[in-house]
């Protein structure tokens, strides 16, 4: 571990001069990049030399003790010496977590996609409520939340939303919540008392760069059509909503939230990008890892994650087991506590599949 934290501060000391090089300043993407390496080293860098200054630290009360005659300076010592012994392993353990390499696609803004599935207009609103949850928790994180299309269901909530997010790592924390999101409630149109089961499905897919998705335009068929629904005079008149078909892969992405078609191909193509990267990304992961098909971090979009069941106020992970019972604060944005266990979970499995291969 002493040898990797070394290699690790000289990482640091190289990014370090790397910022500074005027080079490097003329290049807004390497400086952005080099910056979140620089972040993530950073934390890595205070904890290892605290690290390293406990153990030297021990080692000086050791021999403090071996050689010292005065029975006050020893009981100090002694003292001392159990101190830094119980905080060696927590330090070991944080920076066992802190060296599990970070998936490179935790740091990249993520494209949000919620959408009603079974349970008719229960289902709507449930997505609707999933929304807003995931609304105020980008609040609570400061991200931006840009919506970029909803689609109304017949008696409110919502059939589907797709959102742009962008803020420090969000992918890398909501890429937990892909996957099926069942509710467990009566509801308001239910006259004997039933709970019923509803679902939405949740995808959060990472936004590459551009240079990261190169797309064939003579793979794409591109249509347009008149937008419906709310939108002004326009709607109904103008040919502003696009619809997008990647040939190879079959994925049809439909834009329409904006007037101008310019900016709704603009979000399509965007979108398209996403989807496809995603596709690339899952095949990867299955051809390096099978400790990703545990779903605890990529989550497979029919795969039953989570059930929120109001009567009880309880909210249950199934990935991991986890069971709270405060779901109106959960429903509230408050959902920090199980994307922290999910990710202790997945870091607890990497650090054991990576004492296996070593």
Not at 5 to 34: C, G, T, Y
Not at 218 to 242: L, M, P, R, W
Not at 289 to 315: C, E, H, M, W
Request: glycine share 6%; charged share 30%.
């Amino acid at each position: 571990m002493l040898d990797k934290l070394s290699n690790i501060e000289e990482r640091f000391e190289e990014v370090n001069r790397m910022l500074a090089d005027v080079e490097i300043m003329s290049k807004p993407q390497e400086m952005k990049k080099l910056g979140k390496e620089l972040k993530d080293l950073t934390k890595i860098v205070e904890v290892g030399r605290k690290y390293k200054s406990t153990l030297k630290n021990l080692e000086s009360a050791k021999q403090v003790l071996a050689e010292e005659t005065d029975e006050e300076m020893r009981e100090l010592a002694k003292e001392e010496i159990n101190s830094l012994e119980e905080l060696i392993p927590k330090l070991e353990e944080d920076l066992k977590q802190l060296l599990i390499p970070k998936d490179p696609e935790d740091s990249m803004d993520c494209i949000l996609e919620i959408r009603a599935g079974t349970g008719g207009d229960e289902a709507c609103l449930f997505a609707n409520e999933l929304f807003r949850m995931y609304q105020r928790y980008c609040e609570q994180k400061k991200w931006k939340f840009e919506v970029s299309s909803v689609t109304e269901g017949s008696s409110g909530g919502i059939k589907e939303a797709i959102v742009f997010i962008e803020g420090e790592d969000c992918f890398g924390s909501l890429k937990y919540e892909s996957g099926v999101h069942r509710v467990q409630r009566v509801p308001q149109t239910e006259a004997n008392g039933r709970i019923h089961t509803s679902a939405a499905t949740v995808a959060v897919l990472p936004a590459p760069e551009e240079i990261e998705v190169e797309l064939n335009m003579n793979d794409i068929h591109k249509e347009t059509f008149c937008a419906s629904g709310n939108g002004g005079q326009s709607v109904n008149t103008t040919y502003s909503a696009v619809r997008l078909t990647h040939i190879p892969t079959g994925i049809v992405v439909s834009m329409q939230d904006e007037r101008s078609q310019i900016k709704n191909y603009e979000k399509a193509i965007k979108i398209l990008k996403a989807r496809i990267y995603e596709i690339e990304m899952n095949k990867r992961l299955e051809a390096t890892s099978a400790l990703r098909r545990s779903l605890v971090s990529t989550g497979d979009r029919s795969a039953k994650i989570r059930t929120y069941n109001f009567p009880q106020s309880r909210v249950t992970d199934h990935r991991i087991g986890l069971t709270l019972y405060n779901l109106p604060a959960i429903m509230d944005g408050n959902i920090q506590e199980i994307i922290d266990a999910l990710r202790i979970a997945e870091n607890t499995e990497k650090l054991a599949e990576g004492a296996k291969t070593a």
